[in-house]
């Protein structure tokens, strides 16, 4: 009897044994490779934040607050680049969607074409920000004088890159021109779900275009745009690559985003610790806006 | 009501073809300029080239060596989404069939990672690869880009698993099949709508990423398209007519992958953001 009892005993640690040896094959290898890549880093980061480090001494001073300290009170071009990184999310953010959510609902149609045309308005998203950077710092300089001396019209005249304000606008048209055709393709998944029968009986009922789309279509598709301004805001926050390659942060520091701002600290005036207090404010303020946005557009889902 | 072909439709038709046009003329600017001597950029940038010149692109494969930025990113891409795949799916299925504390905390831990900007960790990191032997290696950037990739892969197959009936794996298991033979015989092939969804994402991110292949690989030999594109602009700024043929060349096989694959692309898009 009492053999027994521990034959049992010990196939059950046996088991427990299997078991855990188990998960750690199965779920070990991604959270090895996480915890290196991201999360020693992330600790790294936030103790750096702390000290003077200058990325060649081994030797780090632990300074305190004071980089903290110095960004808030002393760093007017790292204020300046997210006063530029809000303003360009906001404006990106509006009118990304705007386009995408048109398009959807223009290709949601039974266009005999719309199968090429979705294509069509992917197509830059495949190609990276750096290279599409590139590609309009040609089309702002010299596309738009060829078609302003075609034209006469005074949109093209303009020195697109050369101006705060317009090379402002110059990447927000870059960046949707980029991402509308994602934003479309999951407006129109969203559209694709709306039961048919609704939408008939409304127009029976006598609704007019506009009420079916603010009073049906939109309420029905709000998961859609969850989903939408978590992207949008998101990737406009994060610019870089684009940014880098369209204006440089220029003319005089007017476009640079905070993700470059912060590459300059580190990579480019050698201040680690500081760049690294940098990348955690950023890493706060970007978590605090997605997860506001989240929060906010999914109780409204509820309600709908 | 929908599917109707009527005048307004012929109508909206038209006008979407149009507004596609549009949409193409940078691709226009840039394709057609590729041809052209550097004069002849500068004297009209709209009008076709008088004569069709590959001078450009010879040049440009020689000064970026382009067959060798392209292997670079192709293998660093293939490699880095073969680790990818392997390691989310597997950990992914049996966080779902393991319900508990851990597996929750992990989720959470590895979601949550989502919305960490790459800024927020690359300083220390490119300190830690240093430490670690990863800099300047290409098996040392493809292990990052697992380590980058596990989040939100991880995050989608956890979300198909769920809807992966427990029953077959029940049976094999009752059978005397092992834990991996179940996986790799039984789950894993009925992953395979997400596992595209995955290498599609990951394919479009990776194979584009700049910035982390500039902290990381520092030689000359061991740049990507990306790198390779970029140092040459920085070379020959406003140099139009070599850069042109080089942005061509730089965009031309993920274009290229896109179109082959555009209907599962946009289909795996679809279904990777919106569950």
């Known amino acids: 009897m009492k053999a027994y009892t521990q034959r049992a005993a010990f196939s059950r640690?046996?088991?427990?044994?299997?078991?855990?040896?188990?998960?750690?094959?199965?779920?070990?290898?991604?959270?090895?490779?996480?915890?290196?890549?991201?999360?020693?880093?992330f600790m790294m980061g936030v103790y750096y934040s702390f000290t003077s480090w200058n990325g060649i001494s081994a030797v780090t001073e632990f300074v305190g607050l004071e980089n903290y300290k110095r960004i808030f009170t002393d760093d007017e071009r790292f204020f300046n680049s997210f006063v530029f990184t809000t303003k360009f999310m906001f404006a990106a953010v509006v009118i990304s969607n705007m386009i995408g959510l048109s398009l959807a609902l223009m290709l949601d149609a039974a266009l005999k074409t719309k199968n090429i045309l979705r294509t069509v308005f992917f197509l830059p998203n495949v190609i990276g920000g750096l290279l599409l950077?590139?590609?309009?710092?040609?089309?702002?300089?010299?596309?738009?004088?060829?078609?302003?001396?075609?034209?006469?019209?005074?949109?093209?005249?303009?020195?697109?890159?050369?101006?705060?304000?317009?090379?402002?606008?110059?990447?927000?048209?870059?960046?949707?021109?980029?991402?509308?055709?994602?934003?479309?393709?999951?407006?129109?998944?969203?559209?694709?779900?709306?039961?048919?029968?609704?939408?008939?009986?409304?127009?029976?009922?006598?609704?007019?275009g506009f009420h079916m789309l603010t009073k049906i279509i939109i309420p029905l598709i709000l998961p859609a745009f969850t989903i939408c301004f978590f992207l949008t805001i998101s990737m406009a926050f994060k610019i870089f690559d684009l940014n880098l390659s369209l204006t440089g942060g220029g003319p005089f520091n007017s476009t640079q985003s905070v993700a470059i701002n912060i590459y300059q600290e580190a990579f480019t005036q050698n201040n680690y610790g500081l760049g690294t207090a940098k990348s955690i404010i950023f890493f706060v303020v970007v978590a605090i806006f997605t997860l506001v946005q989240v929060m906010m557009t999914k109780k409204r889902e509820v309600e709908a | 009501m929908r599917n109707r072909y009527t005048k307004r439709t012929f109508v909206l038709e038209l006008f979407t073809i149009l507004l596609a046009i549009i949409f193409l003329v940078p691709f226009y600017f840039v394709v057609v300029n590729s041809f052209k001597s550097f004069s002849e950029i500068l004297v009209d940038a709209a009008a076709l080239p008088s004569e069709w010149l590959l001078s450009n692109y010879v040049e440009v494969w020689q000064v970026l060596d382009f067959p060798t930025a392209f292997l670079n990113s192709l293998i660093i891409t293939v490699f880095s989404i073969m680790g990818i795949v392997?390691?989310?799916?597997?950990?992914?299925?049996?966080?779902?069939?393991?319900?508990?504390?851990?597996?929750?905390?992990?989720?959470?831990?590895?979601?949550?990672?989502?919305?960490?900007?790459?800024?927020?960790?690359?300083?220390?990191?490119?300190?830690?690869?240093?430490?670690?032997?990863?800099?300047?290696?290409?098996?040392?950037?493809?292990?990052?880009?697992?380590?980058?990739?596990?989040?939100?892969?991880?995050?989608?197959?956890?979300?198909?698993?769920?809807?992966?009936?427990?029953?077959?794996?029940?049976?094999?298991?009752?059978?005397?099949?092992?834990?991996?033979?179940?996986?790799?015989?039984?789950?894993?092939?009925?992953?395979?709508?997400?596992?595209?969804?995955?290498?599609?994402?990951?394919?479009?991110?990776?194979?584009?990423?700049?910035?982390?292949?500039?902290?990381?690989?520092?030689?000359?030999?061991?740049?990507?398209?990306?790198?390779?594109?970029?140092?040459?602009?920085?070379?020959?700024?406003?140099?139009?007519?070599?850069?042109?043929?080089?942005?061509?060349?730089?965009?031309?096989p993920i274009i290229m992958f896109f179109l082959f694959l555009q209907r599962h692309i946009i289909q795996g898009i679809t279904s990777g953001s919106i569950k």
């Open chain 1, 13 to 41: 640690r046996h088991r427990i044994v299997k078991n855990i040896l188990s998960y750690a094959t199965f779920v070990g290898p991604a959270l090895l490779f996480f915890a290196v890549i991201q999360i020693v880093p």
């Open chain 1, 133 to 208: 950077g590139f590609i309009w710092q040609f089309i702002f300089v010299r596309g738009f004088a060829a078609v302003g001396d075609i034209t006469n019209l005074s949109f093209f005249q303009q020195p697109w890159l050369g101006d705060a304000q317009t090379a402002f606008w110059g990447i927000v048209i870059v960046f949707s021109w980029q991402i509308s055709g994602y934003m479309m393709v999951i407006y129109i998944a969203a559209l694709q779900g709306i039961d048919q029968s609704l939408l008939d009986s409304a127009k029976i009922d006598g609704a007019n």
């Open chain 2, 86 to 252: 392997v390691i989310s799916s597997m950990a992914a299925w049996k966080m779902v069939r393991t319900p508990g504390k851990l597996s929750n905390f992990l989720f959470i831990l590895f979601v949550s990672a989502m919305v960490v900007p790459f800024q927020a960790v690359m300083i220390p990191l490119v300190k830690l690869g240093g430490t670690l032997g990863l800099i300047n290696s290409i098996p040392g950037i493809i292990i990052m880009y697992f380590g980058f990739g596990v989040p939100l892969s991880l995050f989608l197959y956890h979300g198909f698993v769920k809807s992966v009936p427990v029953e077959v794996e029940e049976s094999a298991y009752i059978d005397g099949c092992s834990q991996f033979g179940i996986f790799w015989r039984i789950v894993f092939p009925l992953l395979k709508p997400i596992t595209v969804t995955v290498i599609i994402l990951n394919t479009l991110w990776i194979w584009n990423d700049y910035l982390l292949p500039l902290l990381v690989l520092q030689d000359t030999s061991l740049r990507t398209i990306p790198l390779a594109t970029s140092s040459f602009f920085a070379q020959y700024t406003k140099q139009w007519d070599m850069g042109l043929a080089a942005l061509i060349l730089g965009i031309a």
